[in-house]
């Protein structure tokens, strides 16, 4: 254990730290700000990009203050990494999942409690457990951490429920502070995350979402196997190592099949392969071995290659937080890196269809709100799966949703009541998914410049046109730009809360191409032109 110093800590001792333990020459902008934050005990949501070293932040601010860390985090491959990581720098570390047997896990729970281990990693169904709860309460953690926060928020893009517990957690824990860390997360996410987590007075450090070294560009098609021949011939002339992302099981497969037929060697990564395939294909693309992978979202979560030369979408992503996730794993060594949409309209059909879910009735959220009422935290969600026909993870998220709304009310709401709450909080989140992929059609479809665009939609600002996207190397983007910037919308300031009569209250994402970007939570990402909101008088500045 590293012993802590009175007061917070100093820049030097962080940089030293920093320095002598894990070999960090320097600190990203961002990292040092949210060590100190935590170090001094304050909660701490930390918003920076894929490969900006989010893990460092829990690492170092852990070796600065007394008592162990518990970690969260939803990846047993990622937990075994960072496991792995630590230990390589001789900082005691361990996981405690379910594929850990018991008798590691208590050794892993008794060094804890001991005070032999500073780092245990957990995923958040385990803390569902009471034995794993209690077990981890006895060890009287320094620190909290959440990792890939973004998965606690019902407007995240990779919502968990098992993630909705974690404020619980944390208060049964004794409240340490707690650190939340996230890749991407856009204004509306942020607030939820904050709310859900529970973040007492947070400090927010959102850093490095601009990454100019990516060259952004859309490619547009007309047909499905004009398409796929393009995509072909690009990995096939491009410099590699790099990723092609899929929509689909059956189109990784198939991909992979066609660039091995045209001497390109590719592996598709799925999560419908065993999973020592998985294990395997993760390391030799890591290792250099593999120039290819054709791969679902399931790939990349972890992924510490830092030369990946390219990124390229075979189809459309399904939102705009998950394309920037994955295409930030392109150029992670500050060196040039191509983000490349092959887009066909057609596509994002299959995205509205995902995005639109399987709706739950009121009648059988009326049934597992009558369960829960009778039997509360004890109700056996697959029995009530069963028995209403949803999973059992619909069936979680469902009772997540009753206990909001008991706690809103004050009081056990009536069970028809609540159910419609339910359902109704159920479908604005469909709306806002299905706004989310027409937010993708925007970035695919825009006259200007892309990069504008993408920070736009995270509430960032970029006052002139980037240079280094397909629209602007074609000398479209400066024009299209030109008018409607924010200073021309000035009653609706980026960042500002406006009302509109129908959709309620809601945040200003981006004011480009003379359109306002509004994020309503009941009706999600809402695309205005300027000139008829002002002159209709559709929005109110809302405080």
Not at 372 to 393: A, N, Y
């Given at each position: 254990m590293t012993e802590a110093a009175p007061g917070p800590p100093g820049s030097r001792r962080i940089r030293r730290l920093a320095r002598d333990t894990f070999g960090f020459e320097q600190l990203r902008a961002g990292q040092e700000d949210a060590i100190r934050s935590v170090a001094a005990g304050r909660d701490t949501l930390a918003v920076l990009p894929t490969g900006w070293g989010k893990s460092a932040i829990y690492q170092l601010a852990a070796l600065l203050i007394p008592g162990p860390t518990v970690v969260v985090s939803p990846l047993i491959a990622l937990q075994r990494d960072q496991v792995q990581a630590l230990l390589a720098n001789e900082v005691t570390a361990a996981e405690a999942n379910s594929q850990v047997g018991k008798g590691e896990r208590d050794d892993a729970f008794s060094r804890l409690a001991a005070g032999d281990l500073e780092f245990l990693f957990l995923a958040p169904e385990q803390l569902a457990n009471e034995d794993v709860l209690g077990q981890a309460v006895a060890a009287e953690p320094s620190l909290f951490v959440v990792d890939e926060a973004h998965c606690i928020s019902a407007w995240g893009h990779d919502f968990r429920p098992d993630y909705l517990g974690l404020a619980d957690v944390a208060e049964a824990l004794g409240r340490p502070p707690i650190l939340a860390l996230t890749a991407t997360a856009a204004p509306p996410v942020r607030a939820e995350i904050v709310e859900r987590l529970r973040l007492r007075d947070p400090e927010v450090v959102v850093r490095g979402f601009d990454r100019p070294n990516l060259r952004l560009a859309v490619e547009r098609f007309a047909s499905g196997e004009e398409k796929r021949a393009a995509v072909v011939d690009a990995v096939a002339g491009a410099t590699p190592p790099g990723i092609v992302y899929v929509a689909t099981r059956r189109a990784a497969e198939e991909v992979a099949t066609e660039l091995a037929d045209h001497g390109v060697d590719a592996e598709p990564y799925h999560a419908g392969l065993p999973a020592g395939r998985r294990r395997d294909t993760e390391s030799a693309f890591a290792d250099g071995r593999l120039p290819v992978v054709v791969a679902t979202t399931a790939f990349g979560m972890g992924i510490d290659t830092a030369n990946v030369r390219y990124v390229y979408h075979h189809d459309v992503a399904d939102s705009l937080d998950s394309y920037y996730q994955e295409i930030g794993r392109a150029g992670r060594d500050g060196e040039p890196a191509t983000a490349l949409l092959f887009y066909r309209p057609e596509d994002l059909g299959l995205r509205r269809f995902f995005a639109s879910g399987a709706r739950v009735e009121v009648e059988q959220a009326s049934e597992v709100a009558e369960a829960?009422?009778?039997?509360?935290?004890?109700?056996?969600?697959?029995?009530?799966?069963?028995?209403?026909?949803?999973?059992?993870?619909?069936?979680?998220?469902?009772?997540?949703?009753?206990?909001?709304t008991s706690v809103a009310a004050g009081a056990p709401p009536d069970p028809d009541d609540a159910a419609e709450q339910v359902v109704a909080a159920q479908d604005a989140r469909r709306r806002v998914d299905q706004s989310r992929v027409d937010m993708m059609r925007a970035y695919a479809e825009s006259r200007g410049c892309r990069r504008q665009v993408l920070l736009g939609y995270f509430g960032e600002s970029l006052d002139q046109p980037c240079g280094n996207c397909d629209r602007c190397l074609e000398g479209g983007a400066g024009d299209a730009h030109g008018a409607g910037r924010a200073e021309d919308a000035a009653p609706f300031p980026l960042h500002g809360w406006v009302s509109h009569d129908a959709w309620g209250r809601g945040q200003v994402m981006d004011s480009s191409e003379g359109k306002l970007v509004v994020f309503f939570e009941s009706a999600g990402y809402k695309t205005l032109a300027l000139d008829v909101v002002l002159d209709r008088g559709l929005l109110r500045p809302d405080g």
């Open positions: 829960w009422s009778k039997r509360g935290p004890d109700i056996d969600l697959e029995e009530t799966g069963e028995r209403t026909g949803l999973s059992v993870t619909t069936v979680a998220s469902v009772v997540r949703g009753l206990e909001d």
